[in-house]
Nanobody, 119 residues
Framework: QVQLVESGGGLVQAGGSLRLSCAAS????????MGWFRQAPGEEREMVAT????????RYADSVKGRFTISRNNGKTTMYLQMNSLKPEDTAVYYC????????????WGQGTQVTVSS
């Protein structure tokens, strides 16, 4: 069972930066795709960015392109989300998730970390 633990959330002023981390443990060799998702109060959860665990190909939501960067470490045990030029509308609980090679959807989720951007 892959376990995911997020860290790095907090309160920041608009225009500021935060870096989220997601530490993965367990059979990480079975992971194919990892991503960051977020959910604001009263809103549906949305994809923020994804990264192929093998070749590091990335994909971003239009709302964060040019501001956020997803990456992973060489040991393939930690994923990051560097968030720059933060806006109040980025306020949400951010979750990291992983999809196994043969899974139809993301089947591992972290507990979430709160990001609050004040105006």
């Amino acid at each position: 069972q892959v376990q995911l633990v997020e860290s790095g959330g907090g309160l920041v002023q608009a225009g500021g930066s935060l870096r989220l981390s997601c530490a993965a443990s367990g059979p990480t060799f079975s992971m194919y795709l990892m991503g960051w998702f977020r959910q604001a109060p009263g809103e549906e959860r949305e994809m923020v960015a994804t990264i192929n665990w093998g070749d590091s190909i990335t994909r971003y939501a239009d709302s964060v392109k040019g501001r956020f960067t997803i990456s992973r470490n060489n040991g393939k045990t930690t994923m990051y989300l560097q968030m720059n030029s933060l806006k109040p509308e980025d306020t949400a609980v951010y979750y990291c998730a992983a999809k196994g090679t043969y899974a139809a959807s993301y089947n591992y989720w972290g507990q979430g970390t709160q990001v609050t951007v004040s105006s």
